[in-house]
């Protein structure tokens, strides 16, 4: 589907691809987009470079939209993901009362999983997707995902973090002492042990603490990852794959796109950044040949400029080709190296201009 | 600067920089010029990606070191190269440790996971501490670890200072201040930055030089600046006078296409040469500069060229 019907039809759209894209840029002028439809849109970035986010009006991280002002008939909000934050409200939400949600987000374990567990900018990038959906206030909801190399983290995230909160040892840990001892086997003491005499023994107190507390609570986050998997799957979702035309950014997108495809989730738009400029339809080797022969005049150095050029395009064409035909019949946007970065609102008109219908 | 006495000035160099910057490729031209000068070179990578082993044209790489591109005589060393997972890292840790028995439960009941969680940077401690193990122990004489892209070569390069905070007693904590030592002394170890010459990576590369720096106190050597479009002379002449003066004609088109893709160029160039500049003024480190390859992939000629022309901006180094 094309990204214009995308920012037209869907409630949510959600970019992914490896760093350095240019798939936040994608992600905030769909969101613009959908506003200038006449639509009520936000956008979560994940880590938007600086000067696009004070465009942005997003000066620090923030839990919750902001309102940017502009000539659309619909409303464009922004926000910057704070990951922090988003898993403190979702354990506040869980607790059953306030001081065991006191002593969760006291929790040094706990602190430690919420900033650095990997995964978890994932789960909450989802988690915060939910979060606006069942909030009813945006009819397009555009989300970046974070540029990780272990391409769905933000799928596996919340069945990861439930298996996390499983774990079979801190069952064994939250026994009383007596029960403990008779449940746990040598094998394990001398493993509870080794990590105790590895890492220190504060660590392992500190894990027991976190899981004692979270006890009970692991029901709540279980339903709520099955119920943001159902989200993603669901027909108003669509995926949209940004990649830019070097060999190794294209292995990765295709990486992306294999695996949406067996999680069924099927990418639906490709946009190709960062492409160098065709100049007519000459082949790079007949050029190279008539540099050649031309040695020595300026001509013949015009010729050598042109041939590379050439072979960089015809390149770029062999990668996008075998990227296209594995994400097939989703349809290709391709948009030129522009020369400087985006870093306000008119920067994002331009890229709109190659990405979306100029009549629509 | 003399390339010998470069790649002598420490036994570890960590070449870092954010994705599609080019980080391998200039790990696998430093590791050349390197074994040029005869020194035994070790290339350490550290995230299972293909493309350090795929430049030198040698298959996938794995734990176990191999030969990345010998040696052609006349004094000149083999590029070595291996890959180093935390996973891995951490059962050779606990069987050096005398915990061979616990170290695979310790992986298959996942205690693995709740341990990194609650010690963050511990895998990154755990690679860092082979690397400075494989130092001391001389394997080389010159390591280049090809470290982890984006933002995370910051957090990576942090651990140690991170887990002298966390981890208060215990070996852990003596692993994480035997590699601080590592990477805080210049004799030892360098930091090389990548960088295209493009707004936001140079932007991203001062940031991370001085995070390095004020939060790690880390050396940091030159930088790279990776893709540069070198000059051609003659690109200013417009293409139907200069097949006048060639005695050549032009078929219909070509004129059009010669003069706007010697423009894209010089347009393009020009944009480069303002952000090296915007780097220059913004970081007072020396730039080591690489141009941009129009060849289709990344191959052992490309790196020997890659290795020739950084051998020779070594050379202009004060």
């Known amino acids: 589907m094309t990204l214009t019907a995308l920012a037209r039809t869907r409630a949510i759209v959600i970019c992914c691809g490896s760093g350095g894209v240019g798939k ?337 | 600067m003399d390339p010998a006495g470069f790649c002598k000035q420490s036994r570890v160099v960590i070449v870092a920089g954010k994705g599609g910057v080019g980080k391998t490729t200039v790990t696998a031209a430093l590791a050349l010029v390197a074994a040029r000068t005869g020194l035994r070179t070790l290339v350490v990578e550290v995230e299972g990606k293909s493309g350090l082993a795929a430049a030198f044209g040698a298959p996938r790489l794995g734990y176990e070191e191999i030969v990345l591109s010998p040696g052609r005589g006349g004094g000149e060393a083999d590029v070595r190269a291996r890959t180093l997972t935390p996973d891995d890292a951490l059962l050779e840790y606990l069987e050096d440790h005398g915990l061979r028995r616990v170290s695979k439960r310790l992986v298959q009941s996942g205690a693995i996971d709740v341990v990194s969680t609650a010690v963050p940077g511990i895998k990154d401690i755990l690679i860092l501490g082979k690397v400075k193990q494989l130092e001391r122990a001389g394997v080389a004489d010159l390591i280049v670890l090809d470290a982890p892209a984006a933002g995370h070569a910051v957090s990576f390069l942090m651990s140690p200072r991170g887990l002298l905070d966390a981890a208060r007693v215990g070996p852990i904590r003596t692993q994480a201040q035997e590699v601080l030592d590592l990477l805080t002394d210049p004799a030892r170890c360098q930091v090389v930055l990548v960088t295209l010459p493009e707004e936001t990576p140079v932007n991203e590369l001062v940031e991370t030089a001085f995070a390095l720096e004020d939060r790690v106190g880390l050396s940091l050597g030159p930088v790279v600046v990776n893709g540069l479009y070198a000059t051609v002379d003659g690109l200013e002449s417009d293409p139907d006078v200069a097949a006048e003066a060639a005695a050549a004609t032009l078929r219909q088109g070509e004129a059009e296409a010669l003069r706007d893709a010697a423009e894209f160029r010089r347009r393009r160039h020009a944009l480069q040469q303002e952000q090296v500049g915007r780097l220059e003024s913004a970081l007072p480190l020396p730039q080591l500069r690489l141009p941009f390859l129009f060849t289709p992939d990344i191959g052992p000629a490309e790196v020997e060229t890659l290795a020739d022309v950084l051998a020779k901006e070594i050379e202009a180094l004060q």
């Open chain 1, 24 to 360: 936040t840029t994608a992600a905030a002028a769909l969101a613009l987009e959908g506003a200038r439809l006449g639509r009520s849109a936000v956008v979560v970035t994940i880590d938007p470079a600086k000067r696009l986010a004070n465009a942005m009006g997003l000066d620090e991280l923030s839990n919750t939209p902001k309102r940017i002002d502009g000539d659309w008939p619909g409303e464009l909000w922004a926000m910057m993901l704070d990951t922090k934050s988003t898993f403190d409200a979702l354990v506040l939400k869980y607790a059953p009362d306030r001081s065991q949600a006191e002593s969760i987000l006291r929790n040094r374990f706990y602190r430690n999983i919420a900033g650095a567990l990997s995964g978890t900018q994932e789960y909450m990038a989802m988690e915060k997707l939910f979060e606006l959906h069942e909030s009813g206030q945006f009819e397009l909801i555009v989300v970046d995902t974070p540029p990780t190399r272990n391409a769905l983290d933000f799928i596996d995230a919340p069945r990861r973090l439930t298996r996390f909160l499983d774990n079979r040892i801190f069952r064994w840990l939250m026994l009383p002492t007596r029960a403990y001892l008779k449940a746990v086997n040598v094998a394990t003491q001398a493993l509870l042990r080794t990590i105790s005499r590895v890492v220190g023994s504060e660590v392992i107190k500190d894990a027991v603490a976190f899981f004692r507390a979270f006890e009970g609570m692991e029901d709540g986050f279980r339903d709520r990852a099955q119920r943001v998997l159902a989200l993603l799957s669901d027909p108003g979702t669509a995926f949209v794959l940004v990649a830019s035309p070097r060999r190794d950014a294209v292995e990765e997108a295709s990486f992306f796109a294999d695996k949406l495809r067996d999680a069924g989730l099927p990418v639906e738009s490709l946009v190709v950044n960062r492409l160098h400029p065709r100049f007519g339809a000459g082949r790079p080797e007949a050029d190279r040949e008539r540099a050649r022969t031309l040695a020595g005049t300026d001509l013949g150095a015009l010729f050598a400029n042109l041939a590379d050029f050439r072979l960089v395009a015809q390149r770029e064409d062999e990668h996008i080709a075998g990227l296209a035909s594995k994400v097939a019949p989703a349809p290709v946007t391709r948009v030129p190296f522009l020369p400087t970065d985006v870093h306000d609102l008119e920067g994002l008109r331009e890229v709109g201009g190659y990405l979306f219908d100029v009549a629509g």
